[in-house]
């Protein structure tokens, strides 16, 4: 028994040290928390018990619950068909035969107060398409919330209540944030209002599917009705607005993101001023630029965005004299790493201000002035393309014909000539590559091509290369692929 008791005290020992050791390491943030709350900044503190660790996240969450909301809307469906009834007759000048009344479907979300009088941030898919907005306090008291503006490009939402000396939560700098670092989530999940959940920021700098996608990834727990809800560091500043999940059970598995601050402060200032939010435009379509690219365009480096297309001729890139296969290495004196950098930086630029665009063209830098358009609404989906790939043949494994003008037509092809793939081999080069049935090649490297033999003779003509970078034209989009010849 003695045995077994020395075993246990053991096990405790190595827990309260793990216990204090955590503490220790949360020192800092702890000090922060101390300034934030109005206390003269000390030297990192040495917390001496978990209890002192529990008293940072529950002094944060004092500071920044006040300023947390339940949001309920009441949105209207679209009208539906009672069973039976498709297909019938229409009288002119009424609704269509059998057709119901739109419903009210109820919905929740969160969200947190960033001025005293009342301006709320929220997600855009928790109040974009409310009819009716109530907003309840942390305190019980009930408010109805107009909506000032919304920006599904972020899923950004603002709303705003009648009512002055709220209690509200500041707007960290959320560049400054840190893998690693200890942050609270704090919403209504399940509708379960002032929920707090903690957790570390697994990553930062995610990009999902938008062109405006900067999120913050955090292992704090969230889940449906926190939407729109605040993401807090341990200074008790808003870092993020917690917009989703991934998850195969609906409900929280450890992989959460949020919008971060410093975006989401953008959006706020346009939404209060202007009701919307306006974005710089270039009109192109811009591709990361890969070593085959770069040496196929004459490219130095990789640095830079490669235009894969220019949206039409009456975009300010067309009207600049942009093409497709210029490389954009400068804008507005400032040099380009990467597309989503020249896109965040296209949208912050005001809309028609005159910059100056440096590219390299054939291996040439050049330089041209465009001025800036406004950046037209996002696409509500993309085309799918559900073409079935069947055996072919060749070097890139894909059977060719030339296009024709009525190929180009049924097509709506910018470029009326090249190579339409009528087949690909599912597991030849192309293939891997993502070329489907119905791309066009217009050029292969630097070669152009206007038929199905030009497209075979440069294909033959590649004496050892391991890669070969296609321009192609998709759904009337052209853009670069680079396709890998090695078996």
Same mark, same amino acid.
């Given at each position: 028994m003695e045995v077994n008791l020395s075993n246990l005290n053991k096990k405790f020992n190595r827990m309260r040290a793990l216990a204090f050791a955590l503490a220790i390491a949360l020192g800092v943030s702890f000090s922060a928390h101390k300034y934030a709350f109005g206390q003269q900044a000390q030297q990192p503190a040495v917390l001496t018990s978990p209890a002192e660790l529990s008293r940072v996240f529950i002094n944060v969450a004092k500071q920044v619950k006040p300023a947390v909301v339940n949001i309920d809307v009441i949105e209207k469906t679209k009208r539906t068909a009672l069973n039976g009834s498709e297909g019938l007759p229409q009288i002119p000048g009424f609704p269509p035969f059998g057709e119901m009344q739109p419903r009210?479907?109820? /919905?929740?979300? !969160?969200? &947190?107060i960033i001025s005293p009088d009342g301006y709320i941030l929220t997600n855009n898919h928790v109040a974009g398409d409310a009819a009716e907005i109530s907003v309840k306090m942390s305190d019980g008291r009930e408010f109805k919330a107009r909506r000032i503006g919304t920006d599904p490009e972020t899923d950004l939402a603002v709303i705003k209540v009648n009512a002055q000396n709220l209690a509200y =939560?500041?707007?960290?700098?959320?560049?400054?944030? %840190?893998?690693?670092?200890?942050?609270?989530?704090?919403?209504?999940?399940?509708?379960?209002?002032?929920?707090?959940?903690?957790?570390?920021? !697994? @990553?930062?700098?995610?990009?999902?599917?938008? +062109?405006?996608?900067?999120?913050?990834?955090?292992? =704090? !727990?969230?889940?449906?009705?926190?939407?729109?809800?605040?993401?807090?560091?341990? +200074?008790? %500043?808003?870092?993020?607005?917690?917009?989703?999940?991934?998850?195969?059970?609906?409900?929280? %598995?450890?992989? /959460?993101?949020?919008? $971060?601050?410093n975006l989401a402060s953008k959006v706020y200032g346009q939404l209060v001023k202007n009701g919307?939010?306006?974005?710089?435009?270039? *009109?192109?379509?811009? #591709? $990361?630029?890969? !070593?085959?690219? +770069?040496?196929?365009? *004459?490219?130095? @480096?990789?640095?830079?965005a490669l235009v894969g297309d220019v949206a039409n001729d009456h975009s300010p890139a067309a009207k600049a004299g942009l093409h497709s296969g210029d490389v954009i290495v400068e804008f507005d004196g400032k040099a380009v790493k990467s597309p989503r950098q020249l896109t965040e930086v296209v949208a912050d630029t005001p809309v028609g201000k005159a910059v100056q665009v440096k590219y390299v063209r054939d291996g040439r830098t050049e330089a041209t002035s465009i001025r800036l358009g406004e950046r037209p609404g996002a696409k509500a989906s993309e085309r799918a393309d559900d073409s079935e790939a069947t055996q072919g043949t060749g070097k890139l494994g894909i059977s060719i014909a030339t296009v024709t003008p009525e190929v180009a037509s049924e097509l709506k092809l910018?470029?009326?000539?090249? +190579? &339409?793939?009528?087949?690909? #081999?599912?597991? *030849? $080069? =192309? =293939?891997?590559? /993502?070329?489907?049935? /119905?791309? &066009?090649?217009?050029?292969?490297?630097?070669? $152009?091509?206007?038929?199905?033999?030009?497209?075979t003779r440069a294909i033959r003509a590649l004496k050892g290369e391991k890669e070969v970078v296609l321009q192609v034209e998709r759904s009337g989009q052209l853009s670069f692929i680079t396709v890998n010849l090695e078996e």
């Open positions: 009210r479907q109820r /919905g929740t979300g !969160s969200g &947190v =939560a500041r707007l960290g700098d959320s560049d400054k944030l %840190e893998q690693g670092e200890w942050v609270i989530a704090l919403g209504s999940p399940f509708g379960l209002e002032q929920t707090m959940t903690a957790g570390i920021v !697994s @990553a930062i700098g995610r990009s999902l599917r938008g +062109a405006y996608d900067n999120y913050i990834q955090t292992d =704090a !727990s969230i889940n449906p009705g926190n939407s729109g809800g605040p993401l807090v560091n341990m +200074a008790g %500043e808003v870092v993020g607005i917690n917009t989703m999940i991934f998850s195969r059970s609906g409900g929280s %598995e450890g992989i /959460g993101f949020s919008i $971060p601050s919307k939010v306006t974005r710089g435009y270039l *009109g192109v379509n811009l #591709q $990361p630029l890969t !070593s085959a690219m +770069a040496k196929t365009l *004459g490219v130095q @480096a990789t640095d830079g910018k470029i009326s000539t090249g +190579a &339409v793939i009528q087949n690909v #081999q599912p597991d *030849g $080069p =192309a =293939a891997e590559a /993502g070329l489907r049935r /119905g791309d &066009v090649v217009h050029r292969v490297n630097r070669t $152009p091509v206007a038929t199905a033999d030009d497209l």
